[in-house]
T-cell receptor, first 113, second 113 residues
Framework: NAGVTQTPKFRILKIGQSMTLQCAQD?????MYWYRQDPGMGLKLIYY???????DKGEVPNGYNVSRSTTEDFPLRLELAAPSQTSVYFC????????????FGQGTRLTVV | DQQVKQNSPSLSVQEGRISILNCDYT??????FLWYKKYPAEGPTFLIS?????DKNEDGRFTVFLNKSAKHLSLHIVPSQPGDSAVYFC????????????FGSGTQLTVLP
């Protein structure tokens, strides 16, 4: 059981470039989330989705876009990368029901230079 | 405005002793609290949780205590082992939300042999 899979694990981008961070889960979870973690900080929510075709902004959505065409996949798109987007990105999924935990991927370390 | 606060960035304890990690929150709408453990270059992994209707939950060496009136929770690890050395994040979920997690900034626990 793979759980939540993120690709790539590492990436270096130049300022102004774009890229898509991939996230897939095989647990048939309806709820999926993207978080970013800056050094010495907790994780902050970028975007989330409660099901295919439904997405919503989190705490720090600026500079990002998402889509959810299937239950399994929840890609995060960075347009016009900026140094402030240098961070570690984590994708997570959950059933969305009460009193259950979220499962996280291994993360994507992104550096914008 | 940090809704979940972990005021101790780091904690060192001797192997076999008790580790106590603390967390404070401000949002009265939080109804579920979780602790995640994170090793370097890995995603957070779920450790233990507690519902707001309880004041204690125990799982092996790990116990979480919740004091709703003080808006405070703590994680006790007894006995501490070197393999417990990691960053511990406190997280909370708000009732009526999409079950997204609000994280504290984490506490680096080091268990000394």
């Amino acid at each position: 059981n793979a759980g939540v899979t993120q690709t790539p694990k590492f990436r270096i981008l130049k300022i102004g470039q774009s890229m898509t961070l991939q996230c897939a889960q095989d647990m048939n979870h309806n709820y999926m989330y993207w978080y970013r973690q800056d050094p010495g900080m907790g994780l902050k929510l970028i975007y989330y989705s409660v099901g295919a075709g439904i997405t919503d902004k989190g705490e720090v959505p600026n500079g990002y876009n998402v889509s959810r065409s299937t239950t399994e996949d929840f890609p995060l798109r960075l347009e016009l990368a900026a140094p402030s987007q240098t961070s570690v990105y984590f994708c997570a999924s959950s059933t969305g029901t009460m009193n259950t935990e979220a499962f996280f991927g291994q993360g994507t370390r992104l550096t914008v230079v | 405005d940090q809704q979940v606060k972990q005021n101790s960035p780091s904690l060192s304890v001797q192997e076999g002793r008790i580790s106590i990690l603390n967390c404070d929150y401000t949002n009265s709408m939080f109804d579920y609290f979780l602790w995640y453990k994170k090793y370097p270059a890995e995603g957070p992994t779920f450790l233990i949780s507690i519902s707001s209707i309880k004041d204690k939950n125990e799982d092996g060496r790990f116990t979480v205590f919740l004091n709703k009136s003080a808006k405070h929770l703590s994680l006790h690890i007894v006995p501490s082992q070197p393999g417990d050395s990691a960053v511990y994040f406190c997280a909370a979920i708000s009732s009526g939300s999409a079950r997204q997690l609000t994280f504290g900034s984490g506490t680096q626990l080091t268990v000394l042999p």
